[in-house]
């Protein structure tokens, strides 16, 4: 379905990763090239998504919001389509930590923004996609946005944590995602079934803690450089 993506390039997210990679002159296994490649890639992919989508005609779309199915949500901003996004780090505010921590060199996320901006053939698909879809579709940054802001974060936002184990979000963040119009469900304990919690138990040795202090250890652990 997606032939403007995958015509003449590997068939697997990877490959077709790799591909546009290597036509851009960019490191293949970078973070910061999937960030300066996510609006290329919006770009290739949402044609195809967007005649699947009319073809099944879907009530609602749920969707994962980072970078591997990104282009959903803005597939159903084009169509009107109700969407919930399905977000499985911990919080709103989990991107300003965990969006650095995958890429291979030290940079903040404010400093990944500014190379993502600046990148040419970034600039010119973001300009071509709000030429088409309406100025301030998308933004030249995508997920490097610098205070930590997911763009596909629209409307409701299932968090497959707990309220109380969830990052710190600065409340400049919160703002942002209320403009947006993100609305946080944490769902963390509907996830729970007959046995989950004993094998949690035991796995991560904290049946006995409450929820701040648990939150407190985990904390203090990332400080000290543990993962």
């Given at each position: 379905?997606?032939?403007?993506?995958y015509?003449?390039?590997?068939?697997c997210?990877?490959?077709v990763?790799?591909s546009?990679?290597?036509?851009?002159?960019l490191?293949?296994?970078?973070?910061?090239?999937?960030?300066?490649?996510?609006?290329?890639?919006l770009?290739?992919?949402?044609?195809?998504?967007?005649?699947?989508?009319?073809?099944?005609?879907?009530?609602?779309?749920?969707?994962?919001?980072?970078?591997?199915?990104?282009?959903?949500?803005?597939?159903?901003?084009?169509?009107g389509l109700?969407?919930?996004?399905?977000?499985?780090i911990?919080?709103?505010?989990a991107?300003?930590?965990?969006?650095p921590?995958?890429?291979?060199k030290?940079?903040?996320?404010?400093?990944?923004?500014?190379?993502?901006?600046?990148?040419?053939?970034?600039?010119?698909a973001?300009?071509?996609?709000?030429?088409?879809?309406?100025?301030?579709?998308?933004?030249?940054?995508g997920?490097?946005?610098?205070?930590?802001?997911?763009?596909?974060?629209?409307?409701?936002?299932?968090v497959?944590?707990?309220?109380?184990?969830?990052?710190?979000?600065?409340?400049?963040?919160?703002?942002?995602?209320?403009?947006?119009?993100?609305?946080?469900?944490?769902?963390?304990?509907?996830?729970?079934?007959?046995?989950?919690?004993?094998?949690?138990?035991?796995?991560?040795?904290?049946?006995?803690?409450?929820?701040?202090?648990?939150?407190?250890?985990?904390?203090?652990?990332r400080?000290?450089?543990?993962?």
């Open positions: 379905e997606q032939t403007e993506l015509c003449g390039r590997a068939t997210p990877e490959g990763l790799g546009l990679a290597e036509e851009h002159g490191d293949q296994a970078s973070m910061l090239t999937m960030l300066r490649l996510a609006n290329v890639i770009e290739l992919e949402l044609p195809g998504l967007l005649r699947l989508l009319h073809r099944l005609l879907p009530d609602v779309l749920v969707f994962d919001p980072l970078l591997s199915t990104r282009s959903a949500s803005f597939a159903a901003r084009a169509l109700p969407s919930v996004a399905l977000l499985t911990a919080g709103p505010g991107w300003l930590t965990h969006g921590t995958l890429l291979k030290p940079l903040t996320l404010a400093e990944a923004s500014t190379l993502v901006e600046t990148f040419p053939a970034n600039q010119a973001t300009a071509r996609l709000n030429r088409e879809f309406g100025e301030g579709f998308v933004e030249a940054a997920q490097a946005l610098p205070d930590g802001m997911l763009d596909t974060l629209r409307g409701r936002v299932l497959t944590t707990l309220e109380q184990w969830q990052d710190p979000c600065p409340p400049k963040l919160k703002e942002s995602y209320a403009k947006q119009g993100a609305e946080f469900f944490f769902v963390g304990p509907v996830l729970e079934h007959e046995g989950t919690a004993a094998l949690r138990n035991i796995s991560t040795g904290i049946q006995d803690l409450q929820g701040e202090e648990c939150r407190n250890r985990v904390w203090a652990a400080e000290a450089g543990k993962r």
